[in-house]
């Protein structure tokens, strides 16, 4: 990807898209996922087969994506969004929408950014 913010919004559209193969690609071979109230995910192979098993069971629409920072030190950088997404339950076709904040740790390898750490949990109650 040409640049940070390139990557991130990447991120959300492969997600929007149900794309687990691309999402597990926009991150290093040594990639980590730490999800709200959930176990971390670490791993390339792994982030794959969970978004495959995610993409199962919901679909997401992200209604509102911001980036609130962007701070880039050689090749390492850090990316602070917040958004607002629809998820869609898919075992009963209910939507809820929450809004999220999100931080992304990613390295420049090889001319391209990838995600080694990504963090997000929800906003209010």
Do not use: Q
């Not at 959300?12 to 071979?29: N, Q, R, T």
């Not at 982030?47 to 679909?59: D, K, N, Q």
Request: aromatic share 10%.
């Amino acid at each position: 990807m040409g640049s940070v913010e390139d990557t991130v919004r990447s991120y959300f559209k492969k997600f929007e898209a149900g794309d687990a193969a691309g999402i597990a690609e926009l991150f290093s071979e040594d990639g980590v996922i730490m999800p709200h109230e959930m176990t971390t995910i670490r791993g390339r192979a792994a982030i794959h087969s969970t978004f495959e098993s995610i993409f199962g069971a919901i679909s997401m629409r992200c209604e509102n994506l911001a980036t609130d920072r962007i701070l880039e030190i050689g090749d390492a950088a850090l990316a602070e969004t917040h958004s607002t997404e629809a998820v869609t339950n898919r075992a009963d076709n209910t939507t809820d929408t929450g809004e999220y904040r999100e931080l992304f740790f990613l390295r420049k390898t090889a001319g391209d950014w990838r995600i080694v750490s990504y963090m997000f949990n929800t906003l209010g109650g």
